[in-house]
């Protein structure tokens, strides 16, 4: 048996997708950008919503293999101060909190890749990041929609 959420949206977050599916990636930058809604870097509201799946399409450049894309997802009470989401490591009682980062490896060149991200979210928004690394030549590209589900 699974929760029922009454309340499910979809939105593109970087990159475009047209009415039949067809998804564009962004060019993916080595740095990540903190200018807000400047591509691959979007803000949102997420305040009353409690899971959010970003669901992604990493492509690599020609010629480059093994590069890796990294997502970074920050939280917001204000829409102007952020806060990188934490994972937590318990060793004999004692909690050391680590910024958390998502990465996946592209391992053959001009190729499109699937990832996706699941999180109980409890903000007011969210911003999501995009960089890449381990390119010698040629970006690869990155498309990005968010599924926001809550009562």
């Known amino acids: 048996m699974s929760l029922y959420y009454p309340v499910t ?34 803000v949102f509201k997420v305040a009353g919503m409690s899971k959010l799946t970003l669901n992604g399409l990493y492509t690599t450049g020609a010629a480059e293999t093994n590069n890796t894309i990294e997502v970074k997802i920050e939280s917001s009470p204000d829409n102007i101060n952020f806060y990188p989401i934490s994972n937590v490591d318990t060793t004999s009682g004692t909690s050391t909190l680590y910024n958390r980062e998502f990465k996946f490896t592209g391992a ?10 699941f999180l109980d979210i409890a903000y007011q928004y969210v911003r999501v990041s995009c960089k890449e690394s381990g390119v010698a030549a040629n970006k690869g590209n990155v498309y990005v929609e968010a599924t926001l589900a809550g009562a």
């Open 108 to 117: 053959s060149a001009a190729t499109a890749y699937s990832f996706e991200i």
């Open 9 to 42: 949206t979809n939105q593109t977050i970087i990159g475009s997708k047209t009415a039949a599916g067809t998804r564009t990636g962004v060019e993916l930058e080595s740095t990540y950008s903190t200018t807000q809604d400047t591509e691959p870097t979007k």
